[in-house]
Structure formats: structure tokens, C-alpha cells
């Protein structure tokens, strides 16, 4: 299965904590045959192994802050220099403030690329906390206690939501009503990207 738009599908899915982005990402990217790549799922990932990496960044994930710039930068940079990367990628969770935005931009005019759309995954804010408490319950992990819940809220309206203007004002955005079915937003998402000639063939 190879992806469209000159053979190739660079993706982004943005959308609050508990939208459901994490989901839809990884379903997106099979569509295509392109990795999801997580960051934070890198991040935790590295936590719980216990590498350089996760030591130097397991309190600021703890705490529900943001890591630096730098530090993501250079993780994603690396990473979508990966073979597996070269025909496209969906980036769930970076970039996530106008700065990243901006360093990703960078990233892929070296290389003569573009993104072709971002998803924005539209979820209201009574929802994505409901979820959130769940997902707090299911998987117990560390920054889902409901103090650092809201404070993740928070960063995303401050630092995400103008990144994401940003985008809109491009034109790349697909606009997707995030409540519904798993198949259902998914639907949604794959005919919002057809509908800019983004298909997987
Ligand atoms: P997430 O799973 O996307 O909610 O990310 C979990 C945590 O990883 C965030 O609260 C941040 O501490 C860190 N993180 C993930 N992506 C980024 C990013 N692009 N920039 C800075 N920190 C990030």
C-alpha cells in the first residue's frame, strides 16, 4: 500500500489530551502504511526503560509540563530521518507550541518537504476530561491525576491552540468532529483528507 500526494502522506494530528488523537493516529498511519510517531510515547517509553534520555526528562513528563524544545526537537529530528520515515510520517503530540511549529518547518524544507495536512481532532473540553479520568483509571499513568489533568489542559490552550490557528490560517487544516465511534471519526478523518486529494492507494 503506498500513500498518495506525489507518493508520500507527512501528517499531523492535533488535538487536547483525551481527543483520542493517540487512537486515530496509529489507525491513520496504517491507512497509509506511514509510522505514527508518538512523543510522548518516546518519552514514556524511555522513562520505563531507564535511559539517558528518560532520566533527563522523567520529572518534567511527571509534572505535565513540557519538555524543551531542544530536547524534542532533536528526538523527532532523528527520528524521521529513519528509513522507515521517508515516504511520510503522522506526528501525534509534536510539534505542540508555534516554536516546534516552526523548528518542524525547518526539518522538512532541508529536505525539500512540506506537510500536506494536519488533522485537528475537535473534542470539548467536558469530554476530554471525562476521558481523561478514565483513561487515569485504565492505565494509571503518572500525569492523570486530576491537579496535572487541567494543567495539561491548560499548556494545550496556551501553547497548542495558536500553533493550530496557525495551521488554519495555511489552509492545511482537516477540521474533524472528534465524538463518535473509533470507525466513525476515523471515517471522517480518511474522507476530510480525500477531499484534499490525500488518499492511500
Ligand atoms: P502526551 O502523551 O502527548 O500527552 O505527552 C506526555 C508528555 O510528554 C507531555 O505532557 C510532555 O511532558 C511530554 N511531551 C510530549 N510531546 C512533547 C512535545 N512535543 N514537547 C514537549 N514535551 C512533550
Not at 522513562?47 to 520529572?59: D, N, P
Not at 505535565?64 to 503530540?93: I, N
Not at 490560517?169 to 465511534?181: C, L, Q, S, Y
Amino acid at each position: 500500500m503506498t500513500a498518495a500526494v506525489n507518493g508520500s502522506a507527512r501528517l499531523l494530528i492535533i488535538g487536547p489530551q483525551g481527543s483520542g488523537k493517540g487512537t486515530q493516529g496509529v489507525h491513520i498511519a496504517t491507512s497509509f502504511d506511514v509510522p505514527a510517531i508518538a512523543t510522548g510515547d518516546v518519552f514514556r517509553a524511555n522513562i520505563s526503560a531507564g535511559t539517558e534520555l528518560g532520566r533527563r526528562v522523567r520529572s518534567v513528563v511527571d509534572a505535565g509540563e513540557l519538555v524543551s524544545d531542544e530536547l524534542t526537537g532533536d528526538l523527532v529530528r532523528d527520528r524521521l530521518s529513519q528509513p522507515d520515515a521517508v515516504r511520510g510520517f503522522l506526528l501525534d503530540g509534536y510539534p505542540r507550541n508555534v516554536a516546534q511549529a516552526a523548528q518542524l518547518d525547518a526539518f522538512l524544507s532541508a529536505d525539500g518537504h512540506q506537510l500536506d495536512a494536519v488533522i485537528a481532532l475537535n473534542v470539548p473540553r467536558a469530554e476530554s476530561v471525562r476521558r481523561l479520568s478514565q483513561r487515569a483509571v485504565e492505565q494509571g499513568r503518572a500525569d492523570d491525576t486530576e491537579a496535572l489533568i487541567s494543567r495539561r489542559l491548560e499548556i494545550y490552550d496556551r501553547e497548542t491552540k495558536p500553533m493550530l490557528d496557525q495551521y488554519r490560517e495555511r489552509g492545511i487544516v482537516v477540521e474533524t468532529d472528534g465524538i463518535g465511534t473509533l470507525t466513525d471519526v476515523t471515517t471522517r478523518i480518511l474522507d476530510g483528507l480525500a477531499e484534499r486529494g490525500i488518499v492511500a492507494d
